[in-house]
């Protein structure tokens, strides 16, 4: 039987279990990848492991791609894809965007002069970034906002001071973005970096609440996996995310508990 062949459906389940390794080793190498560039701009990877190591790693990520792309073929065709769901969701977001840009707004209104906010000392561009990226967001302009994002993320890290609100909207913007392509490896390429983005900002401060809000949102709407999603949930939740956000998670929250039970 040729690569190409459907899989008979005794074997479906072997097969959905080989390409959810496969996943997981291409998340492996997304990540290493990453952890390279990190330890390459600090340094600690001189410039010919660094071309080495990466060599590696990506023809990797390019086998397991294939593998992937060669399963999902094989399979029956997956059902068709929430877009009505996942578009009212970024309508949604929109207006989430636009109660935090106001709630931030107003914080910076009432402190004095000198004052700091979210941790950036007076007078640092990335305050200012910030600001322009959440206008973005509140226009749905989800290309800017993900760029400033990223700009200010990389400025706090530069100095020292890794941002978890910045991380995590960079995270979700890139989710946001990926609703647009049609390729479908690139889509999961991006939702993929998403997932990592969030994580980092979940590890920079694992009491902010809007990362887990994010996750299980991507997880469960844009990946489809409820029982990734459950756990963010629930510490979203739990961890007194914005009104506007809590009642974003809390309009879909049984739905994703219902269905974890469902896949267990």
Not at 14 to 28: G, I, M, P, S, W
Request: a negative charge.
């Amino acid at each position: 039987m040729t690569t190409d062949a459907p899989v008979e459906p005794r074997r479906h389940g072997a097969e959905l279990d080989r390409l959810a390794a496969l996943e997981e080793e291409r998340r492996f190498l997304l990540r290493s990848l990453a952890d390279l560039e990190r330890e390459h701009e600090a340094g600690d990877v001189d410039d010919v492991d660094y071309a080495t190591l990466k060599d590696g790693y990506t023809v990797r990520a390019a086998d397991v791609l294939r593998q992937i792309e060669a399963g999902r073929a094989r399979l029956a065709p997956p059902a068709p894809r929430r877009w009505g769901r996942v578009i009212a969701v970024v309508a949604a977001v929109v207006v989430v965007a636009v109660a935090a840009g106001l709630a931030l707004g107003a914080a910076w209104g009432e402190r004095g002069a000198g004052e700091q906010i979210t941790g950036f000392t007076p007078g640092d561009d990335a305050r200012t970034l910030l600001a322009s990226a959440r206008s973005a967001m509140n226009q749905g302009d989800f290309s800017v906002a993900n760029d400033l994002f990223r700009r200010v993320d990389e400025m706090e890290r530069d100095r020292g001071a890794p941002n978890a609100e910045a991380r995590a909207y960079y995270g979700w913007t890139l989710a946001l973005l990926s609703v647009a392509d049609e390729d479908e490896a690139r889509r999961d390429a991006v939702l993929d970096a998403s997932v990592l983005a969030l994580s980092q900002a979940i590890d920079i401060d694992s009491g902010y609440a809007d990362p887990y809000c994010f996750m299980s949102i991507v997880e469960y709407e844009f990946r489809e996996d409820a029982a990734a999603a459950l756990p963010f949930v629930e510490v979203c939740e739990s961890s007194d995310p914005p009104a506007d956000l809590a009642a974003l998670i809390g309009s879909f929250a049984d739905e994703i508990r219902a269905a974890a039970a469902d896949a267990g």
